[in-house]
Nanobody
Framework: QVQLVESGGGLVQAGGSLRLSCTASGSIFRLNVMGWYRQAPGKQRELVAA???????NYADSVKGRFTISRDNAKNAVYLQMNSLKSEDTAVYYC?????????WGQGTLVTVSS
């Protein structure tokens, strides 16, 4: 059974930075997509950034130039470096992994950006 464990959320002032980490445990097909989603209060969950096992990335327009997703395939880990944070980035951030016959979500980590 695959599990995702996230860390790195917290409270930060606007303009600051945070780094989220997520590690997958269990048997994972090597071809997969790992990503970060977020859900703000009263809003739908949305994709923030995703990265394939080959290193191809995709970002939401709202975070381009500020956030960077990366991964370590040897550790089954994905990271999200968030810079120049804004109050509108406040949300619960969820790690996600998709592979053939598999999709798993992490428990979520809260990011709060104070203005």
């Amino acid at each position: 059974q695959v599990q995702l464990v996230e860390s790195g959320g917290g409270l930060v002032q606007a303009g600051g930075s945070l780094r989220l980490s997520c590690t997958a445990s269990g048997s994972i097909f090597r071809l997969n997509v790992m990503g970060w989603y977020r859900q703000a209060p009263g809003k739908q969950r949305e994709l923030v950034a995703a990265i394939t096992s080959a290193g191809n990335t995709n970002y939401a327009d709202s975070v381009k130039g500020r956030f960077t997703i990366s991964r370590d395939n040897a550790k089954n880990a994905v990271y999200l470096q968030m810079n120049s944070l804004k109050s509108e980035d406040t949300a619960v951030y969820y790690c996600n992994i998709k592979a053939i016959y598999l999709e798993v979500w992490g428990q979520g980590t809260l990011v709060t950006v104070s203005s």
